[in-house]
């Protein structure tokens, strides 16, 4: 299955809530990197989080690192109506070389007024 | 600062046409990178360049597709003969190292006929 496969594929909460997304991978990674993407728009990063890091943050987003299970969660707090969008993330393998990253299938987040 | 820029924003055209997409990356991004994303696939990487040179192009799913960066501050995706399935919007991103975050461009959106 493919790699970065994120959980769940849709998330519908209420303003002011927080939204946890979660991503799972298969092979070691150099660092993952969470995106959003908000509707007829290209991908943005967000954060970075480096195989050696198990927590970050920046302003409402917190990013947490397991690679023994091989999984991150994001973080959304005190979520807001423009937080609406698709969030995605994204491995960068760990073996050097030419191997390419990989975006996982993205959790679609509602953040409802 | 400009970001990656991708022409046009859409694209109509019917199938047999020959379809050309065009980008242009941040200026000093040695990684150029050209994604498919439909709702039934997700984001898919179709080919990757590092110093204008082809790296990985099994992504690219037909002998239909060819993509060219003949310099660091443009590529294009081509695809001859289009046909329906083609349809999807198309991303370029661009990134300064293979590590590091990419910045994608707006997308073309594809509709064959």
């Known amino acids: 299955s493919q790699q970065g496969e994120e959980d769940p594929q849709a998330l519908s909460i209420q303003e002011g809530e927080n939204a946890t997304m979660n991503c799972s991978y298969k092979?070691?990674?150099?660092?993952l990197q969470w995106y959003r993407q908000n509707s007829g728009r290209g991908l943005v990063h967000l954060i970075l989080?480096?195989?050696?890091?198990r927590e970050k943050h920046s302003g409402r987003l917190r990013v947490t690192l397991d690679t023994s299970k091989k999984s991150s969660s994001l973080l959304i707090t005190a979520s807001r109506a423009a937080d609406t969008a698709s969030y995605f993330c994204?491995?960068?393998?760990?073996?050097?070389?030419?191997?390419?990253?990989?975006f996982g299938t993205g959790t679609k987040l509602q953040v409802i007024p | 600062d400009a970001g990656v820029i991708q022409s046009p924003r859409h694209e109509v055209t019917e199938m047999g046409q020959e379809v050309t997409l065009r980008c242009k990356p941040i200026?000093?991004?040695?990684?150029l990178f050209w994604y498919r994303q439909t709702m039934m696939r997700g984001l898919e990487l179709l080919i990757y360049?590092?110093?204008?040179?082809?790296?990985?192009d099994s992504g690219m799913p037909e002998d239909r597709f060819s993509a060219k960066m003949p310099n660091a501050s443009f590529s294009t995706l081509k695809i001859q003969p289009s046909e329906p399935r083609d349809s999807a919007v198309y991303f370029c991103?661009?990134?300064?190292?293979?590590?590091?975050?990419?910045?994608f461009g707006d997308g073309t959106r594809l509709s064959i006929l």
């Open positions: 991103a661009s990134s300064w190292g293979r590590e590091q975050p990419q910045h």
């Open positions: 994204a491995t960068v393998p760990n073996s050097g070389g030419y191997q390419k990253v990989t």
């Open positions: 360049f590092n110093n204008n040179v082809p790296i990985d």
């Open positions: 092979t070691s990674i150099n660092n």
């Open positions: 200026s000093g991004h040695d990684y």
């Open positions: 989080i480096r195989s050696n890091e």
